[in-house]
């Protein structure tokens, strides 16, 4: 079946510096979604990509969708203690398939 | 606009007796989806129903089953709990799969 991988599993970082995680996919995918969940809460849909190569943009934070549709990526510039949490990427390759989730990545924040 | 509603909010069992949980998707949201979500393991996915039917199922046993009522509103059974089975049960509705809206979850314990 259908496996979404995601990388790092923690990143740990200073206030103030970039933070990247980036989620690869067995199979090519019919859109890719991104999830924020904040400790102890829930998932929160951030912004779906379908487009071979889009960029996405929401203020600090940069969304890409790769070229084959395998892979995607999200920045975030400048990370502030309201980023900690969890981020997710989801893919789907379509029809009657469900969204598999990656593993997410933690991102802690030093301050 | 309510969102996604769960009950209960935590639920204690003891190995070998059934769970029930209940789900109430967003008004006008005919797709609900399960998802697994336990400690270290990401969220896996359950089950997904839509207009009343069930369009495709996780890799769990089928002691894991549910179903979708006309109001679409979703029940989850889980039958002969195991230990393991202790997670967070997250319920989603979405309209066409896109951007999932997630509920609080059910903390279900098995001791």
């Known amino acids: 079946g259908q496996q979404v991988m995601q990388i790092p599993q923690y990143q740990h970082v200073q206030e103030g510096e970039d933070f990247t995680t980036y989620c690869n996919s067995s199979?090519?995918?019919?859109?890719i979604q991104w999830y924020k969940q904040r400790p102890g809460g829930h998932p929160v849909f951030l912004i779906q990509l379908v487009k071979s190569g889009e960029v996405k943009k929401q203020k600090r934070l940069t969304f890409q969708f790769g070229e084959a549709k395998k892979n995607s990526s999200l920045h975030i510039t400048a990370t502030q203690t309201t980023d900690v949490g969890t981020y997710f990427c989801?893919?789907?390759?379509?029809?009657?398939?469900?969204?598999?989730f990656g593993k997410g990545t933690h991102l802690i924040i030093q301050p | 606009e309510a969102g996604v509603t769960q009950s209960p909010t935590h639920l204690i069992k003891t190995r070998g007796q059934q769970a029930t949980l209940r789900c109430s998707p967003i008004?006008?949201?005919?797709?609900v989806y399960w998802y697994q979500q336990a400690l270290g393991l990401g969220l896996q996915f359950l089950l997904w129903?839509?207009?009343?039917?069930?369009?495709n199922r996780g890799n769990f046993p089928p002691r894991f089953s549910g179903r979708q009522f006309p109001n679409y509103s979703s029940e989850l059974n889980v039958n002969a709990l195991e230990l393991e089975d202790s997670a967070l049960y997250l319920c989603a509705s979405s309209i066409d799969r896109v951007g999932y809206t997630f509920g609080s979850g059910t903390r279900l314990t098995v001791v």
């Open positions: 008004s006008g949201h005919t797709s």
């Open positions: 129903y839509d207009e009343g039917e069930e369009r």
């Open positions: 199979t090519t995918l019919s859109n």
């Open positions: 989801a893919g789907t390759g379509g029809g009657a398939d469900g969204l598999t």
